[in-house]
């Protein structure tokens, strides 16, 4: 599959504990996005990267997350010290930019429950 | 003030009848561009169709159609010929600054589609 994964698929915590998430993107995809999505609610932009370089963060970015694209290709996104507010989908995307902003593919998402 | 306001929290239609899925916007940019997103349960958001604020004729991809009206503000997704498997979520999305600028993709709260046999 060529898609765009994400790993794990599902994790239950317990508030305050630390969580990573993963994503592979499409392989030739130079932009990665991460969403939030909540019960009810359509997803909400969090931060995105161009190769390596994280060029937005929206303020839903607090100072427990954190994302990273180290070499360009996969991306991780911790959150520590996890909330029960915390609980929530976090979806994944990427795109292929060259001038035009392109369609964005998501993976299925990573359903993040905090006890 | 809300920039993608979807009035419908869900909607029935009958197997191969059309709907229409209501979705209006709110900016001051004028360049920017319109989306429709399908969520099955899986979760995976799928890209349906692509308006841009330029575009002079509405875009339409398939079964897809979106009706835009740009003084109303409004970009409504026309499914023709509903089948089962277009009972999903269906969200309505907006990137404003389509030139060189923010990379957001701003999202409504959905609508639920349930195709009834």
């Known amino acids: 599959d060529t898609g765009v994964s994400q790993d794990p698929r599902h994790k239950i915590t317990k508030r305050g504990q630390n969580v990573t998430f993963r994503c592979d993107p499409i392989s030739e995809h130079n932009r990665l996005y991460w969403y939030r999505q909540t019960l009810g609610q359509g997803p909400e932009f969090l931060t995105y990267f161009q190769n390596e370089a994280q060029l937005e963060k929206s303020r839903l970015l607090s100072d427990r997350f954190s994302a990273e694209r180290p070499k360009g290709s996969f991306s991780t996104l911790e959150i520590q010290r996890t909330e029960q507010g915390d609980s929530a989908m976090y979806l994944c995307?990427?795109?292929?930019?060259?001038?035009?902003?392109?369609?964005?593919?998501f993976g299925e998402g990573s359903r993040l429950t905090v006890l | 003030a809300q920039k993608i306001t979807q009035t419908q929290p869900g909607m029935f239609v009958q197997e191969k009848e059309a709907v229409t899925l209501d979705c209006t916007y709110d900016t001051s940019d004028p360049s920017y561009g319109l989306f429709w997103y399908k969520q099955p349960s899986s979760g995976e958001m799928i890209f349906l169709i692509y308006?841009?604020?330029?575009?002079?004729q509405n875009a339409t991809e398939g079964r897809y159609s979106l009706n835009f009206q740009k003084a109303r503000k409004s970009a409504n997704l026309v499914i023709s010929a509903s089948q089962l498997g277009d009972s999903a979520m269906y969200f309505c999305a907006m990137r404003e600054g389509m030139q060189g600028g923010s990379e957001k993709l701003v999202f409504g709260k959905g609508t639920k589609l349930t195709v009834n046999p």
């Open positions: 308006q841009g604020s330029y575009d002079q």
């Open positions: 995307a990427s795109s292929f930019f060259s001038g035009n902003t392109g369609e964005l593919f």
